[in-house]
């Protein structure tokens, strides 16, 4: 049995990867695709994607059709759209980024109803990042660490989600608040870093689909810690390998690590 998914800004680059690879998986199916009011594709087929249906900016109409909600879209629309499947009793799958500790917090009170996928990352070996990072920051807690991630020029937010996410699990790792630690660049006489300081440096340039290195750096040694997206499939396939995994789970909020068995 197919799993039928709605892709929310399927005109995006991570919108447009995960249709091309939904329409080659023979366990999911399509059952609408979803922009935002007033784009130009609303009312269109997507070019070889005809069996994918008409761009619609309407949830509404086609939530009732869907198994699972996948949402690469704006902080706002995302709200929107969660709230729309969590009144349909409808599973979500989400990669936003960019979101405030407010829209998190409505989204876990979403959770509550329904079962929903967040990761500002959905690579297997972003995700796998994450534990590397923890256990080494665990081993390195003397080291100065600091973050740097590269993105495309069209990139709006920053850092990345991704980042955020890394400095959030070393944080917690050793202990420290990182609302009170973290750097995001540096500028002037700072003067001489603290111990305590989780950097983190954001990079836009060309079209760099995304990397992150994280060092850790002690006396006379440096340990550099690297993932590299070569292509928007790898954030693609790991939606789709969410959605499939989340039919099965009760309403909570989950992540990467639970659909990997990372935890």
Not at 22 to 39: F, M, R
Not at 49 to 60: E, I, N, P, Q, R
Not at 116 to 123: E, K, L, Y
Request: some cysteine; hydrophobic content about 40%.
């Amino acid at each position: 049995m197919s799993i039928k998914i709605i892709i929310s800004g399927v005109c995006g680059k991570m919108g447009l990867s995960i249709l091309n690879l939904a329409t080659k998986d023979p366990e999911i199916k399509i059952a609408g695709i979803l922009e935002a009011k007033n784009h130009s594709m609303v009312g269109k087929q997507i070019g070889e994607f005809s069996k994918a249906g008409k761009v619609t900016d309407d949830l509404t109409k086609i939530i009732d059709k869907t198994d699972v909600l996948i949402e690469f879209t704006t902080p706002e629309s995302t709200i929107e759209h969660i709230n729309i499947a969590s009144k349909a009793k409808k599973y979500v799958v989400l990669g936003t980024t960019g979101l405030r500790e407010s829209g998190v917090h409505i989204i876990k009170q979403f959770s509550k109803q329904i079962p929903v996928v967040m990761a500002p990352n959905m690579s297997v070996g972003v995700n796998l990042l994450y534990k590397l990072v923890s256990q080494t920051a665990k081993l390195l807690s003397g080291y100065d660490i600091e973050i740097v991630e590269l993105h495309h020029n069209k990139k709006k937010d920053a850092p990345s989600g991704t980042a955020l996410k890394i400095a959030e699990v070393i944080a917690k790792e050793l202990g420290r608040d990182l609302t009170s630690v973290g750097v995001y660049g540096r500028k002037g006489m700072t003067g001489p870093r603290k111990k305590e300081e989780l950097g983190i440096l954001s990079i836009r340039a060309g079209d760099i689909v995304g990397e992150h290195t994280v060092y850790f750096a002690g006396p006379g040694e440096v340990v550099e810690i690297t993932h590299k997206a070569l292509s928007r499939d790898t954030f693609a396939n790991g939606a789709l390998r969410a959605a499939k995994w989340i039919v099965k789970q009760k309403p909570g909020l989950y992540d990467m690590q639970d659909v990997l068995g990372l935890k």
